[in-house]
């Protein structure tokens, strides 16, 4: 998901008569602005009567906003064209098995080969669709949508054959794709003294602002694994706090775990928190406490510590001031990553930065 930043321009009238930068009047030469600097940053960008205003002046309040709208940017080209990449080596691959097997055209092929071979939507599968969308359907039975439904099941089984048979093909024909991924502006975030998991000097450093009660963080961890286990001792990942104000249990199930860490049982309750995130309850919190073998006094009398909430706080502050607006967010080396992304995308910045020999853990 791509963060958009508006930027609005207010214009006020004023009363001659106010206070502000003096009037030039009719006639008068205007104040004059220098030329460009050889550094853009000292170059005068506005100049009146008495003062002036260099663009390192006007710049350094929206560092990071000017920032992340060029991360933005340069990953929504990115995304266009890996999807006109993928697009273009799909059809091309397509022609020429067609023509290899003799066949009139690609539909013929993908005929074959995805509509047939792709499953018939189960009973089971038609019911659990019908389910998630019950509220959409306002009432209606089951039977009075079945052929929408079956339909929906039926696209989404062609679209994962068809994805595993392109995967064939990429893999028959020897695909390799090369195109580079942006290098991307990098925007400091602290690690503070949160809790970590990998070596400290790691030349990776992935910082990872999330919360306990929001489902797409939840579906992160999939991608996170799938680092773990193909870059091992090369990453290290920090947890940092942003419970979303929405969120009314993602600020005492972030004070749960914290309070574990107190105990060397951070990892053990956040996992559990993060794999059953409907649960976040009181009773909820306590059940997990106890599982994982805390000292519940102990524990309890943490959570009281309004220094916890403190310490959330300052977390979110961090993750504002880098431009966090929502979850999960990660930085990678600084790198910044939105959303719950697929392992692709974490696997292209991580292999850029070890290839890269000035690259740091951030």
Known sequence: MLVSLLLTWMIACQPADSAGPKAVTAGAPPPAVQAPAANPDEGVVAAWEGGSLTYAE???????????????????????ETAALDDQVNTRL???????????????????EVEEKAAAPTEGEIKELFDANAR??????????????????????QGERFAVYMADLRKQYGVVVQLPYPDL?????????????????????????????????????????????????????????FPLGFHDRAIPAAVAANCAEKQDKYWEVHDALMKNQRALEEADLERVAREAKLDIDKWQACRKDPAMEDEIKKDMADG??????????????????NGALPYER???????ELANPAGSAG
């Open 94 to 112: 397509l022609d020429a098995e067609a023509k290899k097997q003799g066949l009139a055209d690609p539909g013929a092929l993908l005929k074959r």
């Open 136 to 157: 959409k359907l306002r009432g209606k039975t089951l039977e009075e949508v079945r052929p929408d439904i079956e339909r929906a099941v039926r696209q989404r089984k």
């Open 346 to 352: 974490f696997k292209a910045v991580i292999d850029r």
């Open 58 to 80: 006007i710049k350094k309040d929206i560092a990071t906003d000017l920032l992340r709208l060029e991360a933005d940017f340069l990953t929504a080209r990115y995304d266009a």
């Open 320 to 337: 504002a001031k880098a431009g966090v607006t929502g979850t999960p967010a990660f930085f990678v080396n600084g790198v910044f990553l």
């Open 185 to 241: 502006p990098r925007i400091e975030v602290s690690t503070d003294d949160d809790p970590s998991i990998g070596p400290k000097d790691a030349k990776i450093t992935i910082v990872q602002f999330a919360e306990f009660q929001c489902p797409y963080c939840g579906s992160a961890r999939e991608s996170l694994d799938e680092v773990q286990k193909n870059y091992p001792g090369q990453v290290r990942f920090v947890f940092r706090d």
